[in-house]
């Protein structure tokens, strides 16, 4: 048998004693102007302390200027003196002169005053921690000074783990302690409440916590008062044909808000789940599950350009599928639930997207995990914004999962560099089509810029003349239009702002999806090799005769496909 010196651990000197100090109107005093004293008074002030700051007007940092203003703290304008410590619970010293810190710390301790001071261990009394919160919800991570930034790191990790909605689930089950210990005030059932609601912290899950509405906490406080066999946690006489397990988060039975007293071992049994009486923990109610949205954007194209993110949305987290028309078939073989692809076409796009709308709010209500999937980036033209606002409209938070934009795949699979040094400095990216398929506002000409325009070829003689008449484009700049990046069948067909019409038809049309790029980093690669042509990129195309029919290239019936009247490019 061990003795009792084996069984009780050996305290490992080095630590600091973190606590949560209630400081609400302490007086706290911060001693410098910079952003670190800024930081020193904001997270005095949010833990409701009275704050005066002491330091000279100049230099004195915005954040600071603007909580003077606002007269959530005191000011002193003046260096410190040993009598603005009088009344003073804790300081912060955020000044630079290590002589003047160690002079001021001194001064702190003789008259017990609390002292940090900024990138000075030895004079501190205490470390500031890198903390997150939420709500009532706060995390700190100390390092005891040896590594700031580490904390930081190990913040934003433990953060990041963190359940959503985390401290509003606190704050209700704060609510219900408090109620609870109103319903039972009695000293010895002290133990009892804290078990019993120890029980619905540990089988309710966060979400449900963060939920539990006060006609649910009415209805557990009954349950607490009628549950008199509760006082007893000692498990009894229990078989194992009594002792059911736990119901786990993915089941979906139908649960009541039933005293423990009131589950007989066969009813419970033929329910299931079911908990033995006594040591039963009061499970949450079966609430409707409520859908989650996620808009996902496809990439350009090549399925094996879906972030590892997109691609376990749709192969395994999705009850329904609501594409875009124009994803490739590659990726929508991916799909293994339900598919619903938009039915746009020109002038049909508002009520095609109304119809996706209405698809995802019905699988929603239903509990439904739905995935939005868009072309390449979902809030680059593509109107992933507005899907966003209108589903949150409706109370679903949207999960965002971003994606390979064509603006920028694109062009560097056909050999297009976006920037090259001496030739482009600049990059735009817009759209050659408005609300209602309408004339899009164009940019005047930048001789340094590269010029990407999503949404254009569809309409392409009138955009290359706006560009060349209105905005000072010259007709003998470069451009390419690239179609179907990243796919097997990927053309990029490239001439002139003056030609580039004719040679598309040349080369019998378009095959939506397309973008058009202009600029002179267009030929930057590729220098005097063709002013025209068409291929899979630009290193292997073919020379065109303008305004007549294709002289060479190979299988054109393969490369070219057929022209899609309906598409928008």
């Given at each position: 048998m061990p003795s009792s010196s084996d069984i009780f651990p050996t305290p490992q000197s080095g630590a600091s004693l973190i606590i949560a100090w209630r400081c609400a109107q302490r007086h706290v005093l911060v001693i410098g102007n910079n952003h670190i004293a800024a930081n020193r008074a904001f997270s005095a002030l949010e833990a409701d302390a009275k704050v005066t700051v002491v330091a000279p007007r100049p230099g004195m940092c915005d954040e600071l200027e603007v909580r003077i203003e606002r007269g959530e703290v005191q000011w002193v304008d003046d260096t410190f003196r040993d009598d603005h410590l009088d009344g003073v619970d804790l300081a912060f010293v955020c000044l630079r002169d290590p002589q003047t810190c160690a002079d001021i710390a001194r001064s702190c301790r003789a008259r017990r005053v609390p002292v940090n001071v900024t990138d000075a261990n030895e004079l501190c009394d205490f470390y500031m921690t890198s903390m997150h919160r939420d709500g009532p919800v706060q995390i700190a991570v100390s390092t005891n000074g040896q590594a700031s930034k580490i904390a930081s790191r190990l913040r934003r990790h433990v953060a990041a783990a963190l359940p959503v909605n985390v401290g509003e689930a606190v704050r209700r089950v704060g609510v219900l302690r408090k109620k609870i210990r109103a319903a039972?005030?009695?000293?010895?059932?002290?133990?009892?409440?804290?078990?019993?609601?120890?029980?619905?912290?540990?089988?309710?899950?966060?979400?449900?916590?963060?939920?539990?509405?006060?006609?649910?906490?009415?209805?557990?406080?009954?349950?607490?008062?009628?549950?008199?066999?509760?006082?007893?946690?000692?498990?009894?006489?229990?078989?194992?044909?009594?002792?059911?397990?736990?119901?786990?988060?993915?089941?979906?039975?139908?649960?009541?808000?039933?005293?423990?007293?009131?589950?007989?071992?066969?009813?419970?049994?033929?329910?299931?789940?079911?908990?033995?009486?006594?040591?039963?923990?009061?499970?949450p109610p079966s609430v409707p599950t409520k859908g989650r949205i996620l808009l996902v954007g496809s990439g350009p194209g090549d399925p094996s350009l879906l972030t590892m993110r997109a691609h376990r949305a749709i192969t395994e987290e999705a009850d329904l599928v609501l594409a875009d028309k124009l994803i490739p078939a590659e990726v929508l073989s991916?799909?293994?639930?339900?598919?619903?692809?938009?039915?746009?076409?020109?002038?049909?796009?508002?009520?095609?997207?109304?119809?996706?709308?209405?698809?995802?709010?019905?699988?929603?209500?239903?509990?439904?995990?739905?995935?939005?999937?868009?072309?390449?980036?979902?809030?680059?033209?593509?109107r992933g914004g507005e899907e966003l606002l209108?589903?949150?409209?409706?109370?679903y938070n949207v999960t965002i999962v971003p994606g390979l934009s064509s603006a920028m795949a694109a062009p560097l699979l056909a050999g297009i560099p976006l920037t090259h040094r001496t030739v482009a400095s600049q990059l735009l990216i817009t759209t050659g089509t408005g609300r209602a398929n309408s004339a899009a506002p164009l940019p005047t000409h930048d001789s340094t810029r590269t010029d990407v325009f999503l949404m254009a070829?569809?309409?392409?003689?009138?955009?290359?003349?706006?560009?060349?008449?209105?905005?000072?484009?010259?007709?003998?700049?470069?451009?390419?239009?690239?179609?179907?990046?990243s796919c097997p069948d990927q053309r990029v067909v490239w001439g002139t702002l003056g030609d580039i019409v004719k040679v598309l038809e040349a080369c019998g049309g378009s095959r939506p999806p397309g973008l058009l790029v202009v600029g002179e980093a267009v030929r930057a690669l590729w220098g005097a090799r063709g002013e025209k042509g068409f291929g899979r990129s630009l290193a292997e195309g073919v020379e065109v005769e303008v305004g007549g029919a294709i002289v060479k290239g190979g299988d054109e019936s393969n490369l070219l496909g057929l022209h899609d009247p309906e598409g928008v490019c």
């Open positions: 039972d005030p009695a000293e010895e059932a002290s133990a009892r409440r804290m078990r019993w609601l120890a029980q619905i912290c540990e089988y309710w899950s966060i979400e449900q916590l963060a939920r539990m509405s006060d006609d649910q906490m009415e209805e557990l406080l009954r349950v607490y008062g009628d549950d008199e066999g509760y006082e007893s946690m000692e498990p009894a006489a229990v078989t194992s044909s009594d002792v059911i397990e736990p119901q786990s988060q993915a089941d979906n039975h139908t649960i009541s808000l039933t005293s423990p007293r009131d589950i007989t071992a066969a009813a419970a049994i033929a329910a299931q789940p079911t908990y033995t009486p006594h040591i039963s923990p009061l499970y991916l799909v293994r639930c339900d598919l619903k692809i938009a039915r746009k076409f020109p002038g049909n796009a508002d009520r095609a997207q109304d119809e996706l709308n209405s698809e995802g709010l019905a699988a929603l209500a239903q509990g439904k995990v739905v995935v939005r999937l868009k072309q390449g980036d979902p809030f680059l033209f593509g209108f589903y949150r409209s409706h109370g070829v569809h309409r392409l003689a009138d955009l290359t003349r706006d560009l060349v008449e209105k905005q000072g484009y010259p007709s003998s700049l470069p451009c390419a239009i690239v179609e179907r990046a």
